[in-house]
Every structure is written in structure tokens, then in C-alpha cells.
């Protein structure tokens, strides 16, 4: 009894000091610090404001923070799809519970106060009320870009019970503008930032100069293909119409199993979801497909589970190093598309298996569409087609990793035939994508790969010795960064 007397005693001391301080105003609240790293989400004219007088002490905070979750609470007990903007959702939290804006705007910088004023370091125990005055502040702060969508229970199964309430930001310039504020120049880098003029419009910034290069290669060691029918001449895709047809799976399969027999090492075969993903290689399985492509290689499965994920990786991995080779079946979106390599002999060849669209009917989605075109007038099939095409690059860019590698690229859909489509792929992959690979069939797509290993295995001076500049001097720096009169555009 008499050390809790002494510790309520202690952090009363504490709590005392931070109030005090917190009277002086939020910027010193906490050590010198570079605030806009650690909360870009809050604008500088906050972090000037004192925090408001009724969340001060400790627990008229924690009294506030009671009666926001239990609004939460009720805003859950719905029978029915509701979504909103952050003005209506302020003003009915103000006008049933009484809490209102500028005490939203705060919750997250108060319970990082009081975190710190009480020493807490096991901040995993915190994780759900951190989460709670995330979401308070951003409400509170921001009045557009954001939409609060409360879904009752999952449109897949609409008779189980299952409230969960999103917020979703629809504007990536709120993220990026404190970097544009900060910093006089700003360069913005990726080899699938295709196509390139839709960036300045989706961050909201004028570039200064934009620029698109090619990959230097000492040799053409990347094979991009567009594989529109299979074998039997019947066109695959994972269009709608097309995505279940027992015909497009097995051509799928036939595929798959013609190049696991002739590409050595590993290959990744990306799929546009989970679902999709779980149906193929079921149909694959019962008709024996699946069975026949294991006698080439051993096949791993991305699965939605992180640790299972990482050990299929590492046995993937293990079996290419072993000569056995592998197969790896991964999902658009991924983890393993957004950032594991596969180079060398990890990745000999990647097949996309369709064009990975967004889930159209998501109302997150819907919800960000109507505001991008409200916005910045960016129309729906283009945001569409830029998302899904950049997502494909992103896939097969796994597999080129240094200018010593090589792997080929199999674009599985007929959609990618037009040109529509085609052409928001980035410059890198268009530039070796030949005019003569754009409409294969299996058995022709077999053919080019054989001929293109056949060259890979071919000896070569890793130094460009074939008169090919693989590195820019610093001449051919200047004369790209300069005008026709010599002024500099950077």
C-alpha cells in the first residue's frame, strides 16, 4: 500500500509538471524533435496552438477519449451502409457527445504527452486507443480528402454481423505537400512511374522538369511478351466474363506447365487476388495440371498469413539454390509484390495472370474515384487502367534487379494487346517490348523464351565491352538538366 500511495503520488507530480506545460502551448510539449517526421499529418499552424484547456489534466483527457468510443460504439450499431465526410461526422460527434473540433484535433498529441509523462514504453498494450485518437485528429483537422465509411457486415457473407467503420484518405497530396513545404527541391524517383504526367495531378504540385529514361543494359537481358490465346487458340483473360471459364484455367495451367519444362531455376506467377488465386490452383489441382507441374518444380504459395509467407520464401528460395527449382504463386498487391526481389536465379521468369484491377464495387474505392474526379478532374477508367498497369509493373519488375541479370515477362490477358492499356506501362518494359511479341499463342511464347535463353547463355563482357553505355557521365547528365540555351533546368 505504501509504494502505490508513493507511485500515485509520483505520477501526480508528473502529471502537474505536463500540465503546466501544456499551458505554454503544444510546441513545447515535448523534446526538440523534427515534429514533421514524426506527424506529418498535423500542419504547422496546430503545433503553435495551445491544446484546449478541457483536455489538459489527465483525466478530463481520459473522460473525453471514454465518450468518443462509446459513439463509436453506437455509430456501429447500424443496419446499413453509411458514409460521410469529416464536417458531418465532427458535428454529430459535437452534437452527441459534446466533444468538438479542436479537442479532436488534439487527441493524438495529448495521449503522446501523457504516454510520455507516465514512462510508458510497452506501448503494444496502447495500440487500440492510439488508433482511436489517430482517427480523432484527423477528422478533426482535415474537412475534405477523407470519407468515414461504416459497412454493417461483409458483402460476402451479409448475414453474419460484422461492423467496421474505415476512415479513408482519397488525397495522396496530404501526405506528400509537408515534403514540398520543407524542402526546396524535391526529387520523386520510381521504375514504374508510368505514365508520368497523371503524378503532378494525383500530388497536386507543378514539376519542374520530368524526365523518362531508359535502362541502360549491356545487353537486352529483359524479355517482355503479351500472351493473348493459348494453345488451343481460345483467348485468355481474367475479365469478368472470361475469368471462370474452364477454358481460360486450363490454358492458364498449359501455360505455366510449358515453361516450368523448359525456364531453369525460379518462376513467379502473380495473380490479380487471393480468391482467384485459391480457384485457379484448385481447377489446376483436380484436373491434374497442378500434379504435372510439380514433376518440373516444387510450387509455394503466398498465403495472407506473414510467418507462412516468410517460410514458403525461404524454402522457395532454398529449392532454387538446390537446382531443384520453384515455383512461386504471389497476388498483385502483395507483400511479395511490393517488395521482395527475385533476382538471379530466383527469378528466370514472371507470369502476370490477368490485369489486376481494384475491386471495383469496394465502396472505398468508389468513394475515392468520386473524388478525384471531383478534385482533379482525373476520370475513372484512366485512374483505373494507371493503377492496375502500374500494379503489373510493379510485379514483374521483380525479376530485373542488376544490369548482369535477365528474365523474361509474360503479360497473361488479352487486354494487353491494346494499345490503351499497353502504353501505361513504363518506358523500360515498352522499349524492349517487340512489335512481333505483342498477340502469342502458348506455343510461340514457348519458342521465345527457348530463343531467349539460348542468347542468355551466351558469354558476355559484363562491362559493356559491345560499345553500350551502361553509366552517364557527368556530360551526359549536364546535357539532359540543361535547355537549348544552356540554362539549367534544375
Known amino acids: 500500500m505504501k509504494l502505490k500511495g508513493r507511485l500515485k503520488a509520483t505520477d501526480a507530480g ?41 483536455i489538459r489534466k489527465a483525466e478530463h483527457f481520459l473522460s473525453v477519449l471514454r465518450r468518443f468510443v462509446q459513439y463509436l460504439n453506437g455509430r456501429l450499431e447500424t443496419d446499413n451502409v453509411e458514409k460521410e465526410g469529416p464536417v458531418a461526422f465532427v458535428a454529430s460527434i459535437n452534437t452527441q457527445v459534446g466533444i468538438d473540433q479542436k479537442m479532436l484535433k488534439f487527441c493524438y498529441d495529448r495521449l503522446h504527452s501523457l504516454m510520455l509523462t507516465l514512462e510508458i514504453t510497452d506501448t503494444d498494450e496502447f495500440l487500440h486507443i492510439q488508433t482511436v485518437c489517430d482517427l480523432a485528429t484527423l477528422v478533426g483537422t482535415y474537412s475534405r480528402g477523407f470519407s468515414i465509411i461504416i459497412e454493417p457486415y461483409d458483402e460476402r457473407m451479409p448475414h453474419i454481423p460484422d461492423p467496421v467503420l474505415q476512415l479513408t484518405c482519397h488525397d495522396a497530396s496530404l501526405a506528400i505537400k509537408p515534403v514540398f513545404e520543407r524542402f526546396q527541391s524535391v526529387v520523386i524517383t520510381s521504375g514504374t512511374l508510368s505514365p508520368i504526367d497523371l503524378y503532378p495531378r494525383l500530388l497536386n504540385f507543378n514539376p519542374v522538369v520530368s524526365r523518362s529514361f531508359k535502362m541502360s543494359l549491356t545487353r537486352d537481358c529483359i524479355c517482355p511478351m503479351v500472351l493473348t490465346r493459348g494453345s488451343d487458340q481460345l483467348p485468355v483473360s481474367t475479365k469478368y466474363d472470361l475469368r471462370s471459364d474452364p477454358g481460360v484455367e486450363k490454358n492458364y495451367g498449359k501455360l505455366l506447365l510449358e515453361m516450368v519444362s523448359v525456364v531453369p531455376d525460379g518462376v513467379v506467377c502473380f495473380f490479380v487476388s487471393y480468391s482467384y488465386m485459391d480457384g485457379i490452383v484448385n481447377s489446376w489441382h483436380e484436373s491434374g495440371i497442378l500434379k504435372d507441374i510439380m514433376q518440373h518444380k516444387l510450387v509455394f504459395i503466398e498465403t495472407q498469413d506473414v510467418v507462412e509467407t516468410t517460410l514458403a520464401l525461404d524454402n522457395y528460395r532454398k529449392a532454387c539454390d538446390s537446382g531443384r527449382g520453384a515455383v512461386f504463386f504471389s497476388v498483385a498487391r502483395g507483400k511479395v509484390a511490393e517488395g521482395i526481389d527475385f533476382d538471379r536465379h530466383y527469378g528466370r521468369l514472371v507470369i502476370m495472370f490477368g490485369v489486376p484491377f481494384q475491386y471495383t464495387l469496394s465502396r472505398i474505392l468508389l468513394a475515392r474515384l468520386e473524388y478525384l474526379r471531383e478534385t482533379f478532374q482525373i476520370k475513372e477508367g484512366d485512374f483505373l487502367t494507371f493503377d492496375a498497369l502500374r500494379q503489373a509493373a510493379q510485379c514483374v519488375g521483380r525479376v530485373i534487379r ?40 502458348t506455343d510461340m511464347a514457348v519458342y521465345i523464351a527457348k530463343e531467349f535463353l539460348r542468347k542468355m547463355a551466351q558469354p558476355y563482357d559484363k562491362n559493356g565491352g559491345l560499345g553500350k553505355k551502361t553509366l552517364l557521365s557527368q556530360e551526359d547528365l549536364e546535357n539532359m538538366i540543361t535547355g537549348p540555351d544552356g540554362e539549367m533546368l534544375l
Open 402 to 441: 542488376s544490369k548482369a541479370d535477365y528474365g523474361m515477362m509474360i503479360f497473361a490477358d488479352k487486354r494487353y494487346s491494346r494499345h490503351d492499356k499497353r502504353s501505361k506501362l513504363p518506358g523500360w518494359i515498352l522499349s524492349h517490348l517487340r512489335d512481333a511479341h505483342l498477340n502469342l499463342s
Open 14 to 54: 508528473r502529471l502537474r509538471v505536463e500540465y503546466n506545460r501544456l499551458v505554454e502551448g503544444l510546441a513545447q510539449r515535448l523534446p526538440a524533435q523534427d515534429v514533421w517526421l514524426a506527424n506529418p499529418a498535423l500542419p504547422d499552424d496546430i503545433m503553435k496552438e495551445a491544446v484546449p484547456g478541457n
